[in-house]
């Protein structure tokens, strides 16, 4: 199993680093952790949570400085996994899936959400955008050029996607009260992938 970066944030309070073993102590100021695994493209969705998770409590015990046995993560199904780490409060967290990728974000201080996906050629991409994005982000795909509106359109899913998350919805089409409010940090992944973390 290898291991991609997920993106470094320059902002304050960001860190995320692909190894365990290189993975300093969190300062004060850093708040979330963003970690992505690549997992062959015929795993299965089981293989594929394991894989994630597996990573996800060795880089939270070395980034926290605590035993694996302090980190607890567990799922009921019909409800979002949720993880417990020995001292602290109950963090945010959220984990997307791809084909290949598996992207896992922990929020120590509040809610968070992620979302990755492959860019791809969408030939209705018009009716899709207009019925989940709505008429804003249809009118700026509009405006995009024709060559970089497979990841535009990819990117603003992901946004979607990644709010809905942090606020615990589910998909819908888009209304007028649809807009959800949170920070976008847009995820440098490999070439092809497009990705989006949301935080309040």
Known sequence: MSHLPAG??????????????????????????LVSTLVEPSASRADARARIRGHLRQCLAQWLGLPHDAITLASTPGHP??????????????????????????????LVGVDVMTVQNVPDWQTVARDYLGPTVTHRLQETPEGARNLALANAWCQHEALLKLHGR??????????????????ELLPGLAGALAML
């Open 8 to 33: 470094a944030f320059k902002s304050k309070g960001w860190f995320a680093h692909p190894q365990p073993d290189h993975l300093p102590r969190r300062r004060h100021c850093e708040q979330v952790l």
């Open 81 to 110: 996994p949720r993880l417990w780490i020995e001292g602290l409060k109950e963090p945010g967290l959220s984990f997307s899936h791809e084909t290949g990728l598996s992207v896992a974000a922990v929020n120590l201080s509040g």
């Open 170 to 187: 589910h998909l819908i089409e888009w209304t007028e009260h649809s807009r959800s409010e949170g920070s976008l940090v847009e995820l």
